[in-house]
């Protein structure tokens, strides 16, 4: 637990992008196994529309991910523990683990529809919650808008509400994917002209 060595790390405090890095790489391989997870909507007896569907979702995800992680957040960190960053990737794991599990059954005619929205919209809300609290850490000109804040959670319950009354799997699907893309359209809306800036500088 990180924060059994807290005494420590102030002490001698850890070198943020070393920490940054690794996590990183560990979120590409949860992401990985969840394209691996994905895989049996891709055999020609299942493939279809709503497999390329899933596939942006989880590429839209990603995306997400990185777009916070490599462009908004400000890795010149000095005098911390690393705590908050470590904690914040527990709930990133946590939600897309639960995203992996619910696209894998949520096909399936046997399974219970509510569960399966439940459990992708729980793993999508605790993946939007670390990003939100990796804002923290973020570089000033990318400090988090009240607005995007309240986009978020608006599509998202939203989301949830209208697959739990819709819940057949190609609504579901079609759903997610059109909240995922508002969600990061939006957040590249917002930060686009400071990234942009960035570069030029």
């Not at 997870?37 to 497999?51: L, W």
């Not at 960053?85 to 399974?111: Q, R």
């Not at 919650?129 to 808008?145: D, M, R």
């Not at 995007?148 to 819709?166: E, H, K, R, V």
Request: neutral net charge; aromatic residues 16%.
């Amino acid at each position: 637990m990180p924060l059994l060595t807290t005494k420590y790390t102030l002490k001698h405090p850890i070198i943020f992008p070393h920490l940054l890095e690794r996590l990183n790489l560990l979120v590409i391989i949860i992401f990985g196994e969840t394209i691996i997870g994905i895989a049996d909507y891709f055999q020609p007896k299942t493939f279809s529309f709503y497999s390329i569907l899933i596939f942006l979702t989880v590429a839209l995800l990603f995306f997400t991910y990185a777009l916070q992680f490599d462009k908004l957040i400000n890795e010149d960190q000095e005098d911390v523990t690393g705590n908050i960053l470590i904690y914040l990737h527990y709930l990133i794991i946590f939600g897309i683990s639960l995203i992996t599990v619910s696209i894998k059954f949520i096909h399936e005619s046997d399974a219970n529809s509510w569960f399966a929205v439940l459990c992708l919209y729980c793993g999508i809300g605790l993946f939007y919650l670390g990003l939100l609290f990796s804002t923290h850490y973020n570089k000033l000109q990318f400090k988090l808008k009240k607005s995007t804040i309240f986009l978020f959670i608006s599509t998202t319950l939203i989301g949830t509400i209208s697959c739990l009354i819709w819940s057949s799997f190609e609504v579901i699907t079609i759903l997610t994917f059109i909240i995922i893309s508002i969600n990061i359209g939006w957040l590249v809306h917002v930060n686009l002209p400071h990234i942009k800036k960035g570069i030029l500088l």
